[in-house]
């Protein structure tokens, strides 16, 4: 499973960007996906998790302000973030949990990352 995440770039404070997050490959299964992120000198940390069936669940830190959706249909799963605060600023990275055809296990995928800066 190939994830390729676009969307990132610099922003405001108080501003707003979207991430999107394609999957792609001989999938037969996506289970939770999911969006970390990795700022500098910090370990990897998740931000948002949607399952299958659309429940969600956020970090406290981005409660509030951002929204992760999925479409299961396209394979694809979004980040909108808004009201953007400079400690938002980090690399982040899309997730996937899904099982290729050719393969009877689920396994965890990840993207390449895209930057997001929030900086005025």
């Known amino acids: 499973v190939q994830l390729q995440a676009s969307g990132g770039g610099l922003v405001q404070p108080g501003g707003s960007l979207r991430l999107s997050c394609a999957a792609s490959g001989s999938i037969f299964s996506i289970n939770d996906m999911r969006w970390y992120r990795q700022a500098p000198g910090k370990q990897r940390e998740l931000v948002a998790t949607v399952t299958s069936g659309g429940s969600t669940n956020y970090a406290d830190s981005v409660k509030g302000r951002f929204t992760i959706s999925r479409d299961n249909a396209k394979n694809t799963v979004s980040l909108e973030m808004n009201s953007l605060k400079p400690e938002d600023t980090a690399v982040y990275y899309c997730?996937?949990?899904?099982?290729?055809?050719?393969?009877?296990?689920?396994?965890?995928?990840w993207g390449q990352g895209t930057q997001v800066t929030v900086s005025s």
């Open positions: 997730n996937a949990d899904a099982r290729l055809l050719s393969d009877t296990l689920l396994r965890k995928y």
